[in-house]
């Protein structure tokens, strides 16, 4: 786009928005044969020594042509000196000279050069406009591209049609005439779609030896980690648009059936697989063993998934010791006949049921492992950190929790309310009783400040997310 201002400003038939592009100015800027038009890469040169040389240059006036035109690509690469060195000259250019910045990050550009320019934001094409693109190129070339091949160039390139046509050159010369899905996948090293869906698949039925296995299979054939895990996320993007929204899939032409099936298999797993991963990607950016983040990926996955689904049932020998920790009930007693003319009298009137004895300090804490064990079962992120909290007393309904010791991340951490009621949910899965969760500090016990969930609360979380209590 560059190039073409700088043949616009120059064309030899004046200033026009369309250049000849027959011209000798035209044809010098196309071939990088002027002296007028001057590109430079700002990653490489970004110091201010080179700034205070191209200030020299720009008192020189141009050669050939009408206007001399300075591109310099990646401008979010020069340092802070070399942009104050820069300002100058771009507050008062002389007539003759035309600066073009351009970036793909342009938050990273000072306030005070972003105010001296004039700034057009390009829009990325669509995956139709570069397939098109490609498909042309490839038969003027003489070369057969495949409609899937060309589908994923598209995606690999994200909207930059650059991008695009380089991956369809390397594909060429690497297939020569007939550029298939599977050359495509070699020269980018993407992963096939269908390596992510068996994956997703072993996660499903809980087999996560599968899911390494396939892991291993396409580390091992060479491909980057990196692009295995964006690719990974792609594929889960495509899942939750299935299930959310698939008519955006069917206008890119994707085949949803499948995706529609795993989406559904996965459930509400989904959001936080996807969570998980990006977590992962932002790891591996800044730290390496870029396989055991892989690796650990798909066990803290395959916890998520299984995990809530063995927390949901009960064996019998759960349902003994739950049995003998908790304190029985008293015994319901039969309502009287109410008399049809007369109220009862004081005497007559029935007692109501005894409410349930709180369990004691000593009950609470002989529970309190299986509470844990619960709550792992149930959310293996806040079960992590159970390990830093102790049940400080029964106050009524509601379990009094002490951190061990002043550590106020955690403390925050597991002060909201969907952590909360994950942690409630374990007291009630082994207690038997429905109750509500303080939490408190050490320094925090004299004033009773404290976090709670109420089972209104989580009342509200079951509707939002749908859910049910399946025991109480």
Known sequence: MAKILARAVNCGEGVRAEPCLNCTACRNIANNTSIDVLEIDAASNRGIDEIRELREHVKFAPSELRYKVYIIDEVHMLTTEAFNALLKTLEEPPSYVLFILATTEP?????????????????????????????????????????EAAKLIAEQAQGGMRDALGMLEQCMSFSEDNVSLETVETVTGSVPTTVYQRVLNALVQGDVARALELLHAELTAGREAGQYLRSYITA????????????????????????????????????????LALSTENDMRYGGHPRLHLELLIVRQHQVMSGVRQGEAKTEDEVVRIENIITPVAEKRPLPERPQHTAPSASERTELPQTPTPPTVSALLKAWPDVIKSIKQRAPL?????????????????????????????????????????IAGGFRAVLGRPVDVKLILPSQEEQGVAVSVSRDQVKEILDMFQGTIIKE
Not at 114 to 137: G, H, K, T, V, Y
Not at 390 to 418: A, C, W, Y
């Open 382 to 422: 806040t079960g992590a950190m159970m390990g830093g909290l102790v049940p400080l007393r029964m106050d009524g309904d509601t379990v009094i929790l002490q951190l061990t010791e002043n550590n106020v991340h955690i403390f925050k951490r597991l002060s909201n309310s969907i952590d909360l009621t994950h």
């Open 107 to 147: 938050h990273k550009l000072p306030a005070t050069i972003i105010s001296r320019c004039q700034r057009f934001d390009f829009r990325r094409l669509s995956q139709d406009s570069i397939i098109a693109r490609l498909q042309e190129i490839s038969r003027n070339k003489g070369a057969d591209l495949s409609i």
């Open 236 to 275: 889960l993007r495509l899942l939750l648009l299935a299930a959310h929204s698939p008519q955006v899939l069917e206008l890119q032409g994707y085949e949803i059936s499948n995706l529609k099936k795993l989406a559904d298999d996965v459930g509400s797993f989904l959001p936080e697989l996807i969570l």
